[in-house]
Structures are given as C-alpha cells and as structure tokens.
C-alpha cells in the first residue's frame, strides 16, 4: 500500500525563481492538502484540493498557487521565491472532506526547499 | 495569544520513565484534538487523536484532555530512546472551514538511556 510519495525530495532555487513540488497521495485517498513548515515551526496550512477544486485556503500570498490532476495528484507552485519561502513542504492526503476523525490526515516526507 | 501552543522542550526524560506533552488551546469550542509524533527529517505521523473529556489510551501512549480548562496532554509511558522525536498537537477550527489542521510549534522529547 502505497504511502503519500512527494518529489523532489531536495530542492534549491534562487530568488525570484519559480518552483513545481510535486504529490501522489496515499492510495483509496482523494484530497490532498499542502502545509509548509519552517524551521522550528508546526506546519502551516497552505490549501486543499479536491474534486480538482481549490476547497480552503490559508494564508499564503497569491504566489503559491496548485493544482490536482484527475487522479487525485497534486502540484504546489510558487512563484517570485523569496528568501522566507525555505521550508519543509508537505503533502498531506486523507478521503473526502468529511473530517479528521473519519480519515486522519497521512503525510508524505516533505520537499525541502532552499531558497538562496 | 496563539491558536495553539506547546512548550518548545527540549523536554528530557530518563529511559522507562512517564513523559508528559503538553497543549493548550484558545478556542472553547474546539472538538477534536490530534497528536502527531515528527522525528528529525522526517514527516508527522498520527499517534492519536481525542475528542471527549478524559482520557484514551493506546498502548504505551494516553491522550488526556479537559475542554473546562482547554488543554489536552499525552503521555507516554515507559518511555524508550525511540521515542525521542518533536511531538505536535493540531486542532481544526472549531467553525467555518475544517479543511485544515492548525498545529502547535511541538515538544521536543528527549529520552535519555
């Protein structure tokens, strides 16, 4: 049973660069949800995908943006990088909308982007 | 004052003791409660999750909470050096979108052999 697989695992941009990270989520799952995390910090929510749809939105800038694909992948862009944007970004996946308690959220292991 | 907060740690412990995670959060309307273990380098892992007063156990792990006072612990008992990992505690919004977790900064945890 395959897990929530990200790509790449390492990555290092430039400033005012543009990056892809790339996620499968976990097998039976259909939603998958982004989280950045920063050094010593909890991850943060960046947003949801479902049904192909955007469905919730933290508070990240309009620089990030994503997509997923029909089946079920998703891809996370950001554009113009900024220094502050090195972090561990995660992909999550769960079933449905319905809740954490009825399909807890399952992690992949992370891009970490560099941002120089 | 944060959503949701823990103590940074580092939190140390000697082999085979009783460690004890702490979390308290702001909103009382609050339902439902996550534990995730994240050791260095690597992603969250659900431990447990709680959602009524008291407590729920799971092995060596019990995931405590107190709606009243607004904070929920786990603790772990017989505590191993594998153990050592930062521990973090999430919660959704209690209204609106559900759609996301909202995680404290985590416990580092620290068992010493």
């Known amino acids: 049973d395959a897990g929530v697989t990200q790509s790449p695992t390492h990555l290092i941009k430039t400033r005012g660069q543009q990056v892809t990270l790339r996620c499968s989520p976990k097998?039976?799952?259909?939603?998958v949800s982004w989280y950045q995390q920063a050094l010593g910090q909890g991850p943060q929510f960046i947003f949801q995908?479902?049904?192909?749809?955007?469905?919730q939105r933290g508070n990240f800038p309009d620089r990030f943006s994503g997509h997923q694909f029909p089946n079920y992948s998703s891809e996370l862009n950001v554009n113009a990088l900024l220094l502050g944007d090195s972090a561990l970004y995660l992909c999550?996946?769960?079933?449905?909308?319905?809740?954490?308690?009825?399909?807890?959220?399952?992690f992949g292991n992370g891009t970490r982007l560099t941002v120089t | 004052q944060k959503e949701v907060e823990q103590n940074s740690g580092p939190l140390s412990v000697p082999e085979g003791a009783i460690a004890s995670l702490n979390c308290t959060y702001s909103?009382?309307?609050?339902?439902?409660f996550f534990w995730y273990r994240q050791y260095s380098g690597k992603s969250p892992e659900l431990i447990m999750f709680?959602?009524?007063?008291g407590d729920k156990e799971d092995g060596r792990f019990t995931a405590q909470l107190n709606k009243a006072s607004q904070y929920v612990s786990l603790l772990i008992r017989d505590s191993q050096p594998s153990d050592s990992a930062t521990y973090l505690c999430?919660?959704?919004?209690?209204?609106?979108?559900?759609?996301?977790?909202?995680f404290g900064t985590g416990t580092l945890l620290a068992v010493q052999p």
């Open positions: 097998s039976g799952h259909d939603t």
């Open positions: 909103d009382r309307g609050s339902q439902s």
């Open positions: 999430a919660v959704p919004p209690p209204r609106g979108a559900t759609n996301k977790l909202i």
């Open positions: 995908y479902y049904e192909e749809e955007e469905r």
């Open positions: 709680i959602y009524s007063n």
């Open positions: 999550a996946s769960s079933l449905g909308t319905g809740g954490f308690m009825s399909s807890p959220l399952h």
